[in-house]
């Protein structure tokens, strides 16, 4: 397998995507592929995403909700972990 170099701009662009994604994840919850869709990229990414945020302790979990499209998985990240930085 080849390790494939990744630049600072790359890096940058995902540090990004991460913090979005806790905001994101802060409110309502979302699917994997609502977070997907609206940050543009792949459902494997938002995934390998989820791991990072696991891997630096960033508490998240998966909710199920219940809304007009049925019933539905969506992830969200502790509300009480946001509130120790307000």
Aim: proline share 2%; glycine share 6%.
């Amino acid at each position: 397998m080849v390790k494939q170099q990744v630049s600072e701009s790359q890096r940058g662009g995902q540090c990004k995507r991460i913090v979005r994604l806790i905001v994101r994840l802060s409110g309502r919850g979302m699917t994997i592929r609502e977070i997907a869709s609206s940050a543009g990229v792949s459902t494997k990414t938002v995934r390998r995403d989820m791991r990072i945020l696991e891997e630096i302790s960033i508490p998240v979990f998966q909710d199920r909700n219940e809304d007009s499209m049925g019933e539905r998985i969506v992830w969200r990240v502790d509300p009480h972990w946001m509130r120790r930085f307000s």
